[in-house]
């Protein structure tokens, strides 16, 4: 038997089944022959049947179709819909989807198992297509349905549309001159953020944190309804990160704006801010890279005061010191935050560590350190749980008594 024998003897028993339309008609050859609508397929294999058994040709009667419902002539009316919908929000891409009722999907999955078709597309495939077209006309917008601004969802079962913003992105580094400040927003402990007497109904366990710092601009800006920071790392809420900053990307969820002139936004950030947080923009960013900037390993540099319970001279200091330069380390959970991470042992290697000099009796030191070395146990060896440690090299208990993230790498990996 020919392919087209084939295709034809198909296209009878799916005609016996009942009325379809051209388009259901067409999608169940869709990789049959290139450069025809499904529509036009669908005609086309109509008079190809009625030649091949010498029968009357009988067209489509719309009002018919028992897959679709003739749900390919409301086209116009829901690229107007979704038009419409999307008419409020700025956004230059957009791409169609479509929630089909149940009964249309097993419809057409019922003919696909029963005639044996092998390269059919689903209803919503095409219906996605032919009104993103539509909508292109109306709006002059572009389809683009891997990075979309603007998804429009139609409901078909509903009758009516919904809409998903796009999150917009921004990167940068950011400086936090302030201790006391957390990465990003903690809801308070006592009342999980609902509001409380304890938070003082604010629903935050701390009363800022330079995610809400940086964000609160920009959800202004943007018209968003959140900021989210995605940062390279993090830093303890007493410690400052100052010199090259802290690479992040901020997150704006669901704009309904998506432009603006970046200068001007970094001045804004930076005046709202105030002397707690800053910012210097580099650019406009994406998913792909917060999800790069989550998994990078870039060394840290820190500059911390340590304080020795024994008096020890600067030469044996030095000299403890050096031998922690090059080492790799084995940190079990530090107990500080044992609480919320896995009880695991990790190795990491201290890259450099120098003393810089004395400071009221404290020790200046700078340590660079692979990305998730504890550098406060470094220093105190959290009662045996780092190893080795300056504490136990020294012999004596140490601690950090301040800390400063002075350099991160970025993801050039070369400190930019």
């Given at each position: ?163 998903q913003i796009s999150s917009l992105y921004f990167a940068g580094r950011y400086l936090k001159y302030q201790r006391g400040i957390l990465q990003t927003h903690w809801n308070c402990r006592a009342c999980g953020g609902k509001g409380c007497e304890k938070c003082n109904f604010t629903g935050k366990q ?211």
């Amino acid at each position: 038997m020919s392919e087209d024998t084939a295709i034809l003897e198909k296209v009878h028993r799916i005609l016996e089944y009942g009325e379809i339309c051209d388009h259901c008609l067409g999608r169940l050859f869709a990789k049959s022959s290139f450069g025809l609508t499904n529509e036009e397929r669908g005609k086309a294999l109509r008079i190809a049947h009625a030649l091949a058994y010498n029968i009357p040709f009988k067209p489509y009667e719309h009002g018919n179709c028992w897959v679709c419902g003739d749900l390919f002539d409301e086209i116009p009316r829901w690229a107007e819909k979704a038009a419409v919908a999307s008419a409020g929000i700025e956004h230059e891409t957009f791409v169609i989807g479509t929630r089909v009722p149940p009964m249309m999907s097993e419809s057409e999955e019922m003919l696909w198992g029963d005639i044996g078709l092998e390269h059919p597309e689903p209803l919503k495939s095409e219906m996605n297509r032919e009104v993103g077209k539509a909508v292109s006309a109306i709006n002059g917008k572009k389809g683009d349905p891997k990075n979309p601004d603007v998804t429009i969802v139609l409901n078909i079962a509903d009758d009516c549309t919904e809409l998903q913003i796009s999150s917009l992105y921004f990167a940068g580094r950011y400086l936090k001159y302030q201790r006391g400040i957390l990465q990003t927003h903690w809801n308070c402990r006592a009342c999980g953020g609902k509001g409380c007497e304890k938070c003082n109904f604010t629903g935050k366990q701390y009363p800022t944190s330079v995610e809400e710092e940086i964000a609160k601009v920009p959800v202004e800006v943007f018209k968003a309804e959140a900021g989210v920071l995605h940062g390279a790392g993090r830093e303890d809420i007493d410690a400052r990160c100052i010199g090259t900053g802290r690479p992040f990307v901020m997150e704006m969820v669901n704009p309904r704006v998506r432009t603006a002139d970046l200068k001007e936004l970094e001045e804004s950030i930076n005046k709202s801010a105030g002397n707690a947080v800053e910012v210097r923009l580099e650019g406009w960013s994406d998913r792909k890279t917060v999800e790069m900037l989550k998994s990078h390993k870039g060394h840290k540099t820190y500059r911390i005061l340590v304080s020795v319970d024994a008096f020890i001279s600067m030469e044996n200091v030095e000299k403890a010191v050096s031998e922690l330069k090059g080492a790799w380390i084995s940190q079990r959970t530090p107990n500080r935050v044992s609480h919320r991470r896995a009880d695991l042992v990790r190795k990491r290697q201290v890259q450099d560590i120098s003393v810089l000099g004395i400071e009221n009796g404290l020790y200046r030191l700078e340590v660079v350190g692979d990305s998730g070395l504890y550098i406060k146990e470094l220093i105190s060896g959290d009662e045996g749980r780092t190893v080795p440690s300056l504490a136990e090299i020294l012999a004596s208990p140490a601690k950090v008594t301040e800390l400063d993230v002075v350099q991160v790498e970025g993801l050039s990996n070369n400190g930019a």
